[in-house]
């Protein structure tokens, strides 16, 4: 369905549920558009997040050039355990075992969640980023086995939802927890605000 101008501040390029009662919750009026952009994999996360969320807004602003459009990606990032390799990028598992996989691979240690976020306006594009650190507390084979069972970790980045059952795993976070979840709001705030959209109605 296309946008209906006037009714909407921009379009989200995205489906991502998480994101959708991030921005609900805090009053902006949007619409969700699929983007149909290939996600690309990187070493580096940062690069990575950055990357996929220029090629959703773009993509997705091609076909509305009209309207002010947001991209999002999030990936999870796991140093190596001695700090001298390249570490592990985790997206969003396809399916039980790369979830029992990911989960295996966090329990007991910290790792980095990182957000990227594009809003595209005319030609006009910002593209900026967000880290946040977090641990995970050690979990046995019977709380992953379980974790796994119910299904929540699959479509979620590193193959956990903090804002679900997963939050019982997490001892300590470091940074915006809105980045673990999809979406940076504060960051996204300040970068629509840079385009003239406001979480309040302005006259």
Known sequence: MPPVPGLIQF????????????????????????SGFDEVSYPDPKYTVEENAHGKA??????????????????VFLPSEDGMGEGELFGQPGDNEEARRMLTALQGRSHE?????????????AVRHSM?????????????E???S??????????????GTAALFVERIEGD????????????????EHVGVSWYETD
């Open 11 to 34: 379009i989200l390029a995205s489906e991502s549920q998480r994101r959708v009662d991030l921005l609900n919750g805090v009053g902006y009026r949007f619409q969700t558009v699929r």
């Open 58 to 75: 773009t993509t997705t602003a091609d076909v509305y050039p009209s309207d002010i459009v947001v991209g999002a990606d999030t990936v």
């Open 113 to 125: 969640v990182h957000t990227g976020v594009a809003v595209v306006r005319s030609d006009k594009v």
């Open 132 to 144: 946040t650190r977090v641990t995970m507390r050690p979990l046995s084979e019977s709380d992953i």
């Open 146 to 148: 379980a974790y796994v």
């Open 150 to 163: 119910f299904g929540e970790g699959i479509g979620k980045a590193g193959g956990y939802a903090i804002q």
């Open 177 to 192: 927890y809105t980045t673990v979840v999809g979406l940076p709001l504060s960051l996204t705030a300040r970068m629509l």
